[in-house]
């Protein structure tokens, strides 16, 4: 893939969730969160299974009281993937889930009581040698902001977060990254561009509560895509009111349509219209659904019809071009002799593409 201008990132300190590095340079990380019942163990366990199959880097868990933190205890042992447990006020259960394994606290320090208990968990971080990430969500802003800011303005929540970043400092701790999510997109890019200026810890990245699968990934896209192209973000999550497998899938969407990290078939289609060969549409929909599970990059362009069939077949790593009852092939930008039946085109291009992938995978 070409990239016409390299992004330059914002230089960051670097932790680590579990294996995966985040910030200073590391690759951009894309992470999802549980929507089970946590104490639900099966279920959630199967969750943390099915998004790391889609390739999540790290999956959050919810951990409203003690019997879900008693739960995480099961569901860190059963899985391998990075955990972030997600705490609000309870300052004990941060302590409990740090101790039962959890990979990184989501806890903002200046909401769970007096410096004694900031300091507890804090200190046992530290002794864990896990990070926190301080979230801070247009939704719950501190009472006193919202009466200072009467909305919830990028201001208000680069105010609340630092509350939260000076508890940390004051007790020498840096091992933590800092999220400004608001569901409104122009705020968000406006307080991660703030933030981002103040600060040189990793940044979590993403518009909140965005809304469905359309709705929320077009936000997400913009939102996203904007900080990502100034360089801004470690790691990144979609928040979408749908499974949580689609966060995963539109997080690496965006990063793929940046040129900044890619995974699985990124398929290049067009919208198309009379001329069209074969059915475009339900092609690409098969395809998807089939091919589902591949991991490795690659770019697969399926064009109705001449138009601009060979001029995108040529520049993906396999292209179709729509023909009269037999379609043309492309293979690394050259055309194959042998054209495709059209009545055969899914079997068929599933498993060329497959073949292509064992071939990228064996050269590796
Ligand atoms: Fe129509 Fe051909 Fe363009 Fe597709 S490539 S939209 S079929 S003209």
């Known amino acids: 893939m070409n990239s016409e201008q390299p992004i330059i990132r914002r230089k960051s300190k670097r932790i680590y969730v579990g294996k995966v590095p985040i910030g200073d340079q590391a690759p951009i990380s894309v992470q999802s969160m549980t929507n089970t019942c946590t104490t639900d163990i099966n279920k959630t366990i199967s969750q943390i299974e099915s998004l790391e ?14 019997d879900s933190a008693e739960s995480f205890k099961l569901i860190k042992q059963k899985t391998n993937i990075p955990l972030i447990a997600d705490i609000h006020f309870d300052y004990r259960i941060a ?4 101790e039962y394994g959890a990979d990184c606290l989501r806890i903002n320090p200046g909401n ?54 000076d508890y940390l400092d004051r007790f020498n701790f840096d091992q933590f990254k800092v999220s400004v999510k608001a569901s409104n997109v122009s705020i968000a890019i406006k307080s991660y561009r703030l933030l981002s200026k103040k600060i040189d810890q990793p940044l979590h990245i993403g518009i909140t509560e965005a809304g469905s699968i359309r709705n929320g990934t077009v936000k997400s896209a913009i939102g996203i895509g904007i900080l990502l192209s100034e360089g801004i973000g470690d790691t990144v999550r979609v928040s979408l009111a749908a499974n949580p497998i ?18 699985g078939i990124n398929f290049i289609a067009c919208p198309t219209c009379s001329r069209q060969e074969f059915d475009v549409i339900g092609t690409v929909k098969e ?23 060979p001029g995108e077949a040529v520049i993906a790593t396999i292209g179709l071009t729509g023909g009269n ?24 291009l599933e498993k060329r593409i497959r073949n292509k992938i064992l071939k990228i995978n064996k050269n590796v």
Do not use: W
Not at 326 to 345: A, P, Q
């Open 53 to 66: 199959k889609v390739g999540a880097d790290i999956v959050r868990v919810s951990i409203p009281n003690i």
């Open 95 to 98: 302590l409990k889930v740090a």
């Open 112 to 165: 769970i009581g007096n410096e004694n208990r900031i300091r507890m968990v804090v200190d046992c971080a530290r002794y864990n040698n896990i990070p926190i990430r301080i979230g801070v969500n247009s939704g719950s802003l501190e009472k006193d902001l919202r009466k200072k800011y009467v909305k919830p303005t990028a201001e208000a929540l680069v105010e609340s977060a630092m509350r939260h970043v």
């Open 246 to 263: 689609e966060e995963i899938k539109v997080g690496f969407d965006i990063l793929n349509s940046l040129n900044i990290r890619s995974r």
């Open 287 to 309: 395809l998807e659904k089939r091919l589902d599970d591949i991991s490795t990059p690659i770019d697969v362009s399926i064009i109705g019809c001449i138009v601009n069939g």
């Open 325 to 348: 009852k037999k379609s043309t092939f492309y293979e690394d930008g050259l055309r194959h002799k042998d054209k495709i039946d059209n009545d055969d085109l899914i079997n068929q």
